[in-house]
T-cell receptor
Framework: DAGVTQSPTHLIKTRGQHVTLRCSPISGHKSVSWYQQVLGQGPQFIFQYYEKEERGRGNFPDRFSARQFPNYSSELNVNALLLGDSALYLC???????????????FGPGTRLTVL | QKEVEQDPGPLSVPEGAIVSLNCTYSNSAFQYFMWYRQYSRKGPELLMYTYSSGNKEDGRFTAQVDKSSKYISLFIRDSQPSDSATYLCAIIMGVQGAQKLVFGQGTRLTINP
């Protein structure tokens, strides 16, 4: 079974531009979460989507938005890029309906965004 | 106060040493405590998790939770160069269907042959 896939692997943008990052979850997983990992820090939660609905939002500005498609893949969009948006953007998928109170999140390899 | 705080390291030890990685957390209501391992240029992968307090062992790895002091630890016995990675502690917040992971800063560990 393929794991979580993300594209592109690397991206270089300049300040003020817009970027779209893509994620395909593990087959059978219906929930996708996005995290931002700045160099030297732990990942920070941005969004969670389940069945195409937003289920959670972290403390990020409105420049960040996301959506989930009928096939459960997801896009993260960031407008008006700032230098501080340079980070590894991670996508994680989960079944969201597994038995028990905890649903493991499986992470993709991430997209490394550099803003110049 | 951050929900989870972790000694940032970096930590460098010789092969075969016992490694201790530590985190503290702020809210006594947290019940699930996770340890993730992240190799360079990869996403985090779940090593193990514990529920409530106590120890959990998996091969050379032991996770420990002390709820009285809000302290979580990961011990690695007989450390190997392949254990060199960044280790992230995390807690889960939210309910089923709307959960998020809150991570510590991560400790970069190097095992020297």
């Amino acid at each position: 079974d393929a794991g979580v896939t993300q594209s592109p692997t690397h991206l270089i943008k300049t300040r003020g531009q817009h970027v779209t990052l893509r994620c395909s979850p593990i087959s059978g997983h219906k929930s996708v979460s996005w995290y931002q990992q700045v160099l030297g820090q732990g990942p920070q939660f941005i969004f969670q989507y389940y069945e195409k609905e937003e289920r959670g939002r972290g403390n990020f500005p409105d420049r960040f938005s996301a959506r989930q498609f009928p096939n459960y893949s997801s896009e993260l969009n960031v407008n008006a890029l700032l230098l501080g948006d340079s980070a590894l953007y991670l996508c994680a998928s989960t079944r969201a309906q597994a038995s028990g109170p905890y649903n493991e999140q499986f992470f993709g390899p991430g997209t490394r965004l550099t803003v110049l | 106060q951050k929900e989870v705080e972790q000694d940032p390291g970096p930590l460098s030890v010789p092969e075969g040493a016992i490694v201790s990685l530590n985190c503290t957390y702020s809210n006594s209501a947290f019940q699930y405590f996770m340890w993730y391992r992240q190799y360079s240029r990869k996403g985090p992968e779940l090593l193990m998790y514990t529920y409530s307090s106590g120890n959990k062992e998996d091969g050379r790895f032991t996770a420990q939770v002390d709820k009285s002091s809000k302290y979580i630890s990961l011990f690695i016995r007989d450390s190997q160069p392949s254990d060199s990675a960044t280790y992230l502690c995390a807690i889960i917040m939210g309910v089923q269907g709307a959960q998020k992971l809150v991570f510590g800063q991560g400790t970069r560990l190097t095992i020297n042959p």
